[in-house]
Protein backbone atom coordinates (compact mmCIF):
# COMPACT_ATOMS: atom_id res chain seq x y z
CA UNK A 1 0.00 0.00 0.00
CA UNK A 2 1.43 3.26 -0.79
CA UNK A 3 3.22 5.97 1.87
CA UNK A 4 2.13 9.02 1.67
CA UNK A 5 3.53 11.95 3.40
CA UNK A 6 2.95 15.52 3.68
CA UNK A 7 5.73 17.52 1.61
CA UNK A 8 8.18 20.24 2.73
CA UNK A 9 8.63 23.30 0.77
CA UNK A 10 12.43 22.20 -0.41
CA UNK A 11 10.55 18.57 -1.40
CA UNK A 12 7.62 20.19 -3.45
CA UNK A 13 10.21 22.58 -5.35
CA UNK A 14 12.35 19.05 -5.72
CA UNK A 15 9.52 17.50 -7.36
CA UNK A 16 8.48 20.10 -9.11
CA UNK A 17 4.90 20.22 -7.71
CA UNK A 18 2.70 22.08 -5.71
CA UNK A 19 1.13 19.11 -4.22
CA UNK A 20 1.01 19.20 -0.51
CA UNK A 21 1.13 14.82 0.05
CA UNK A 22 2.73 12.40 -2.11
CA UNK A 23 3.74 9.05 -1.93
CA UNK A 24 7.35 9.10 -1.06
CA UNK A 25 7.41 4.60 -0.52
CA UNK A 26 5.16 1.39 -0.14
CA UNK A 27 4.13 -0.85 2.62
CA UNK A 28 3.08 -4.64 3.23
CA UNK A 29 -0.64 -5.03 3.78
CA UNK A 30 -2.80 -8.25 4.10
CA UNK A 31 -5.08 -8.87 1.32
CA UNK A 32 -6.96 -11.81 0.53
CA UNK A 33 -5.72 -13.99 -2.23
CA UNK A 34 -8.34 -13.88 -5.63
CA UNK A 35 -8.99 -17.99 -4.65
CA UNK A 36 -10.44 -16.93 -1.46
CA UNK A 37 -13.10 -14.72 -3.10
CA UNK A 38 -16.00 -15.42 -4.85
CA UNK A 39 -18.42 -13.11 -7.45
CA UNK A 40 -17.83 -11.64 -11.20
CA UNK A 41 -14.56 -11.36 -11.76
CA UNK A 42 -12.39 -8.40 -11.30
CA UNK A 43 -11.84 -6.15 -14.67
CA UNK A 44 -8.37 -5.39 -15.43
CA UNK A 45 -7.10 -2.07 -17.00
CA UNK A 46 -7.16 -3.79 -20.71
CA UNK A 47 -10.79 -4.75 -20.14
CA UNK A 48 -11.85 -1.55 -20.70
CA UNK A 49 -9.86 -0.94 -24.07
CA UNK A 50 -12.05 -1.92 -26.75
CA UNK A 51 -10.39 -2.76 -29.81
CA UNK A 52 -14.10 -3.08 -32.08
CA UNK A 53 -13.58 -0.08 -34.43
CA UNK A 54 -16.13 -0.19 -37.50
CA UNK A 55 -13.79 -0.47 -40.36
CA UNK A 56 -14.59 2.57 -42.86
CA UNK A 57 -14.04 2.52 -46.57
CA UNK A 58 -11.47 4.85 -47.31
CA UNK A 59 -9.00 4.24 -44.24
CA UNK A 60 -6.80 2.23 -45.83
CA UNK A 61 -6.00 4.38 -48.69
CA UNK A 62 -6.16 7.50 -46.16
CA UNK A 63 -3.77 5.58 -44.52
CA UNK A 64 -1.43 4.74 -47.16
CA UNK A 65 -1.54 7.97 -48.27
CA UNK A 66 -0.70 9.79 -44.86
CA UNK A 67 2.08 7.50 -44.16
CA UNK A 68 3.37 8.54 -47.73
CA UNK A 69 2.96 11.83 -47.07
CA UNK A 70 4.99 11.88 -43.50
CA UNK A 71 8.07 10.07 -45.30
CA UNK A 72 8.71 12.17 -48.63
CA UNK A 73 6.95 16.03 -47.31
CA UNK A 74 8.42 16.00 -43.62
CA UNK A 75 11.72 14.82 -41.41
CA UNK A 76 9.49 11.91 -39.56
CA UNK A 77 10.67 8.67 -41.14
CA UNK A 78 7.09 6.18 -40.77
CA UNK A 79 8.09 2.18 -41.19
CA UNK A 80 5.93 -0.95 -40.23
CA UNK A 81 7.19 -4.34 -38.47
CA UNK A 82 5.40 -7.17 -37.59
CA UNK A 83 2.94 -6.51 -34.29
CA UNK A 84 4.42 -9.33 -32.22
CA UNK A 85 7.59 -7.42 -32.10
CA UNK A 86 5.77 -4.57 -30.13
CA UNK A 87 5.10 -6.21 -27.57
CA UNK A 88 1.62 -5.72 -27.22
CA UNK A 89 1.93 -1.99 -28.29
CA UNK A 90 0.04 -1.30 -31.33
CA UNK A 91 3.26 1.30 -32.48
CA UNK A 92 5.38 3.83 -31.08
CA UNK A 93 7.18 7.37 -31.61
CA UNK A 94 10.82 7.33 -31.23
CA UNK A 95 12.11 10.89 -30.41
CA UNK A 96 15.59 10.11 -30.89
CA UNK A 97 15.26 9.23 -34.13
CA UNK A 98 12.39 11.04 -35.15
CA UNK A 99 10.89 7.74 -36.82
CA UNK A 100 7.18 6.29 -35.96
CA UNK A 101 6.69 2.74 -36.11
CA UNK A 102 3.56 1.19 -36.84
CA UNK A 103 2.55 -2.92 -36.15
CA UNK A 104 2.09 -3.51 -40.12
CA UNK A 105 -0.54 -6.83 -39.83
CA UNK A 106 -3.07 -5.15 -37.38
CA UNK A 107 -6.08 -6.38 -39.47
CA UNK A 108 -8.49 -3.62 -37.92
CA UNK A 109 -7.65 -0.91 -40.67
CA UNK A 110 -9.26 2.24 -38.57
CA UNK A 111 -7.23 1.10 -35.57
CA UNK A 112 -3.74 1.18 -37.78
CA UNK A 113 -4.66 4.80 -38.87
CA UNK A 114 -5.64 5.80 -35.73
CA UNK A 115 -2.40 4.72 -34.52
CA UNK A 116 -0.97 6.90 -36.98
CA UNK A 117 -2.60 9.39 -35.72
CA UNK A 118 -2.07 8.73 -31.82
CA UNK A 119 2.57 8.65 -33.14
CA UNK A 120 2.20 11.77 -35.27
CA UNK A 121 0.42 13.74 -32.42
CA UNK A 122 3.49 12.47 -30.11
CA UNK A 123 5.82 13.87 -32.63
CA UNK A 124 4.22 16.75 -32.75
CA UNK A 125 4.24 17.57 -28.95
CA UNK A 126 6.69 15.65 -27.20
CA UNK A 127 10.08 15.88 -29.56
CA UNK A 128 13.86 16.19 -28.57
CA UNK A 129 12.39 20.25 -29.26
CA UNK A 130 8.65 20.30 -27.79
CA UNK A 131 8.37 22.29 -24.85
CA UNK A 132 6.06 19.47 -23.65
CA UNK A 133 8.28 16.92 -24.02
CA UNK A 134 8.75 16.28 -20.35
CA UNK A 135 5.53 15.78 -19.52
CA UNK A 136 4.04 12.57 -17.36
CA UNK A 137 3.83 10.04 -19.62
CA UNK A 138 0.32 9.80 -18.79
CA UNK A 139 -0.43 13.56 -20.02
CA UNK A 140 1.48 12.75 -23.29
CA UNK A 141 -0.81 9.70 -23.60
CA UNK A 142 -3.59 11.67 -22.93
CA UNK A 143 -3.30 14.22 -25.65
CA UNK A 144 -2.26 12.22 -28.14
CA UNK A 145 -5.31 9.88 -27.88
CA UNK A 146 -7.27 12.80 -27.96
CA UNK A 147 -5.84 14.05 -31.32
CA UNK A 148 -6.39 10.49 -32.63
CA UNK A 149 -10.15 10.48 -31.65
CA UNK A 150 -10.85 14.38 -32.77
CA UNK A 151 -9.15 12.82 -36.43
CA UNK A 152 -10.99 10.33 -36.57
CA UNK A 153 -14.10 11.53 -35.92
CA UNK A 154 -13.20 14.24 -38.82
CA UNK A 155 -12.93 10.88 -41.27
CA UNK A 156 -16.65 9.90 -39.70
CA UNK A 157 -15.22 7.01 -37.57
CA UNK A 158 -16.05 6.45 -33.94
CA UNK A 159 -13.00 5.33 -31.60
CA UNK A 160 -14.69 6.30 -28.48
CA UNK A 161 -15.31 3.07 -27.43
CA UNK A 162 -11.02 2.24 -27.56
CA UNK A 163 -10.12 6.19 -26.99
CA UNK A 164 -12.16 6.60 -23.83
CA UNK A 165 -10.60 3.28 -22.39
CA UNK A 166 -7.24 4.65 -23.50
CA UNK A 167 -7.52 7.98 -22.08
CA UNK A 168 -9.33 6.63 -18.54
CA UNK A 169 -6.58 3.73 -18.47
CA UNK A 170 -3.27 6.71 -18.52
CA UNK A 171 -5.04 10.11 -16.98
CA UNK A 172 -5.65 9.11 -13.48
CA UNK A 173 -5.84 12.76 -13.09
CA UNK A 174 -9.56 13.50 -14.53
CA UNK A 175 -8.62 17.04 -15.31
CA UNK A 176 -5.71 16.50 -17.12
CA UNK A 177 -7.47 16.27 -20.88
CA UNK A 178 -8.68 20.00 -19.77
CA UNK A 179 -5.14 21.29 -19.37
CA UNK A 180 -3.95 19.99 -22.30
CA UNK A 181 -7.00 21.19 -24.72
CA UNK A 182 -5.20 24.01 -26.04
CA UNK A 183 -2.10 21.82 -27.35
CA UNK A 184 -4.60 19.19 -28.62
CA UNK A 185 -7.11 21.99 -30.58
CA UNK A 186 -4.20 22.92 -32.43
CA UNK A 187 -2.69 19.37 -33.21
CA UNK A 188 -6.18 18.43 -34.41
CA UNK A 189 -6.56 21.20 -36.47
CA UNK A 190 -2.99 20.18 -38.27
CA UNK A 191 -3.85 16.71 -38.69
CA UNK A 192 -7.19 17.52 -39.82
CA UNK A 193 -5.98 19.77 -42.80
CA UNK A 194 -3.64 17.53 -43.87
CA UNK A 195 -6.00 14.47 -43.80
CA UNK A 196 -8.77 16.58 -45.78
CA UNK A 197 -5.93 17.54 -48.30
CA UNK A 198 -5.71 14.05 -48.44
CA UNK A 199 -8.81 12.86 -49.05
CA UNK A 200 -9.29 15.47 -51.73
CA UNK A 201 -6.48 14.05 -53.53
CA UNK A 202 -7.10 10.71 -53.15
CA UNK A 203 -10.76 11.56 -54.82
CA UNK A 204 -12.20 9.96 -51.61
CA UNK A 205 -15.13 12.65 -51.49
CA UNK A 206 -16.72 14.50 -53.77
CA UNK A 207 -16.01 18.02 -54.78
CA UNK A 208 -17.53 20.70 -52.41
CA UNK A 209 -20.97 22.02 -54.64
CA UNK A 210 -22.21 24.27 -51.89
CA UNK A 211 -21.28 28.12 -51.87
CA UNK A 212 -17.82 29.13 -50.33
CA UNK A 213 -19.95 31.33 -47.70
CA UNK A 214 -21.71 28.29 -46.34
CA UNK A 215 -18.88 27.08 -43.83
CA UNK A 216 -20.40 24.92 -41.98
CA UNK A 217 -20.41 22.57 -45.22
CA UNK A 218 -16.23 23.16 -45.61
CA UNK A 219 -13.14 21.04 -45.04
CA UNK A 220 -11.00 21.55 -42.37
CA UNK A 221 -8.10 22.33 -45.41
CA UNK A 222 -10.40 24.30 -47.63
CA UNK A 223 -11.40 26.35 -43.97
CA UNK A 224 -7.43 27.05 -43.95
CA UNK A 225 -6.88 28.54 -47.57
CA UNK A 226 -10.17 30.44 -47.18
CA UNK A 227 -8.35 31.94 -43.56
CA UNK A 228 -5.13 32.79 -44.97
CA UNK A 229 -6.42 34.02 -48.42
CA UNK A 230 -8.55 36.43 -46.12
CA UNK A 231 -5.21 37.47 -44.48
CA UNK A 232 -3.36 38.65 -47.96
CA UNK A 233 -6.50 40.30 -48.96
CA UNK A 234 -6.65 42.36 -45.64
CA UNK A 235 -2.64 43.07 -46.27
CA UNK A 236 -3.12 43.95 -49.64
CA UNK A 237 -6.36 46.20 -49.76
CA UNK A 238 -6.40 49.90 -49.18
CA UNK A 239 -9.96 50.54 -48.67
CA UNK A 240 -11.07 51.02 -45.24
CA UNK A 241 -14.73 49.57 -45.81
CA UNK A 242 -13.65 46.69 -47.65
CA UNK A 243 -10.79 45.76 -45.01
CA UNK A 244 -13.18 45.98 -42.11
CA UNK A 245 -15.69 43.69 -44.43
CA UNK A 246 -12.31 40.82 -45.10
CA UNK A 247 -11.85 41.09 -41.20
CA UNK A 248 -15.59 40.55 -40.83
CA UNK A 249 -15.34 37.07 -43.30
CA UNK A 250 -12.10 36.26 -41.43
CA UNK A 251 -13.43 36.04 -37.67
CA UNK A 252 -16.33 34.17 -39.30
CA UNK A 253 -13.95 31.60 -40.70
CA UNK A 254 -11.87 31.87 -37.68
CA UNK A 255 -14.81 31.23 -35.41
CA UNK A 256 -16.01 27.86 -37.31
CA UNK A 257 -12.31 26.33 -37.34
CA UNK A 258 -12.68 27.19 -33.31
CA UNK A 259 -16.20 26.02 -32.73
CA UNK A 260 -15.88 22.44 -34.96
CA UNK A 261 -12.78 21.76 -33.22
CA UNK A 262 -14.19 22.80 -29.52
CA UNK A 263 -17.39 20.80 -30.47
CA UNK A 264 -15.32 17.54 -30.96
CA UNK A 265 -13.62 17.48 -28.01
CA UNK A 266 -16.61 18.13 -25.60
CA UNK A 267 -17.89 14.99 -27.06
CA UNK A 268 -14.82 14.18 -26.12
CA UNK A 269 -15.00 14.79 -22.94
CA UNK A 270 -18.94 14.36 -22.42
CA UNK A 271 -18.87 10.45 -23.26
CA UNK A 272 -16.82 10.11 -20.15
CA UNK A 273 -19.02 11.57 -17.37
CA UNK A 274 -15.87 10.94 -14.57
CA UNK A 275 -13.41 13.70 -16.24
CA UNK A 276 -13.88 17.11 -14.82
CA UNK A 277 -15.16 19.84 -16.64
CA UNK A 278 -13.01 22.85 -16.65
CA UNK A 279 -13.25 25.48 -14.37
CA UNK A 280 -14.78 28.61 -15.53
CA UNK A 281 -11.41 30.19 -15.24
CA UNK A 282 -8.34 28.66 -16.96
CA UNK A 283 -5.46 27.14 -14.86
CA UNK A 284 -2.75 28.91 -14.67
CA UNK A 285 -0.70 26.79 -12.50
CA UNK A 286 0.28 23.82 -14.71
CA UNK A 287 3.96 24.32 -14.82
CA UNK A 288 6.50 22.11 -16.72
Do not use: C
Amino acid sequence: APIIKKLTPAEQKHLDTTDERAIVGYRYLPVFDVAQTSGEPVLSAKDFVKENLADHQNVTSLYNAFKYYLNQQTDLKVSEVPLATLNGAKGYFQPSTNEIVISGDEPDNALKLKTLYHEYAHSQLHGLKSAFKDRPRAYQETQAEAVAYVAMQNIGVDTSNYSLGYVATWAKDKAVIHSALSEIQQVSNKVIELSDGLIKQLGLQEAQKEPEHDLKKLLAHDLNQSYQGLQQQIQQTTSPQQKAQLKNQLNDVHQEISDRTQKQLKAFAKQNPEIKQPDSEPDQSLKR
